[in-house]
């Protein structure tokens, strides 16, 4: 199957990245997935060039053949890398180079969901998994956290990372019910967490479990908490850091991290004093853009 991702906020993205950019900018994507949004910035200007960065192995490979046969192998380079390392991989590259446009797209790609055997998603009945890099065996799966946490543990990571309200009762009966081995199996023992009358809502009992366990399987939170000050560091004046998150933990961190940033007397500057929302008409094209929220800080 080939790799599908929707670009969030392409035109608002491209706006805040390139209104002011001159000639020869470097950008970059660090979250490269489909190369939606990196493609489209390089079409812009034939003297643009981008870094992008992905962890998944298929976001990789794609990505690779796509810029092969875009002929824009002198204007993009792809690096494998979870976007945390990145301030110190580019320092060690080109300890020069000052960036226009940095680009942050935290959500899950559509390729991610729609793979069965990611285990991303409870549509399906696979591995239970969740690893955006699913060839590093030494991260752990969502299988091997709800099968080896206890009871308090697994209720902290559904709290903390899915604002779930029967957490506790879900730990519970996870211990009780494991091993636990595929989504199916996690699902269904949620679903019948939940009191009859609340299992057939506009959100599935699932998804705020899930979601939590995805985040702490990748540590999407902590990772992105330490790198955003770095970020910011690596632009060159006028350069924006555009990020578009997708959970209010997601959301909450950004704009926090942005306001510390762009204190008084500070170099930087928010742009987004209210994050910037899908239309109307790109949610009625893409669902999964209706949460999506974007924010930009500028160097000054």
């Known amino acids: ?28 994507d660090l979250t490269f997935g489909g190369g939606g949004h990196s493609f489209a910035i390089m079409d812009l200007d034939e003297s643009y060039k981008l870094v992008g960065v992905d962890q998944d192995p298929d976001a990789l490979k794609n990505g690779a053949k796509l810029i092969a046969e875009k002929q824009l192998g002198e204007r993009v380079e792809l690096l494998s890398s979870n976007f945390s390392k990145f301030p110190k991989l580019i320092k060690e590259k080109d300890p020069e180079i000052e960036f226009q446009g940095i680009l942050m797209d935290l959500g899950v790609s559509s390729h991610q969901f729609d793979i069965p055997e990611r285990g991303f998603s409870f549509k399906y009945d696979a591995p239970l998994d969740m690893r955006m890099n699913y060839e590093d065996d030494t991260i ?13 543990e697994l209720e902290e990571i559904f709290k903390t990372y899915g604002e779930e309200r029967f957490a506790r009762r879900i730990a519970e009966k996870i211990v009780e019910e494991r091993p636990i081995a595929s989504t199916k199996d996690l699902e269904n023992i949620i679903f019948h967490c939940y009191p009859r009358n609340m299992r057939f809502g506009k959100i599935h009992p699932a998804t705020r479990c899930f979601q939590a366990l995805r985040i ?26 555009v990020v578009i998150s997708f959970h209010s933990l997601e959301d909450r961190i950004v704009k926090r991290a942005f306001k510390e940033l762009g204190g008084k007397d500070s170099p930087f ?7 910037v929302t899908p239309s109307k008409n790109e949610i009625a094209a893409n669902s999964r853009s209706r949460s999506a929220k974007l924010r930009v800080i500028e160097r000054i």
């Open 140 to 152: 752990e799966t969502a299988a091997d956290i709800c099968n080896t946490r206890d009871a308090d």
């Open 216 to 241: 702490a399987v990748n540590e999407e939170l902590g990772v992105l908490t330490e790198v955003l000050p770095q970020l910011v560091e690596l632009l060159k004046t006028g350069g924006r850091l």
């Open 1 to 28: 199957m080939s790799f599908v991702h929707f670009s969030v906020l392409k035109d608002e993205c491209l706006q805040f990245l390139t209104e002011n950019a001159p000639s020869n900018s470097y950008f970059a």
């Open 269 to 275: 500057r928010i742009l987004t004093k209210k994050p």
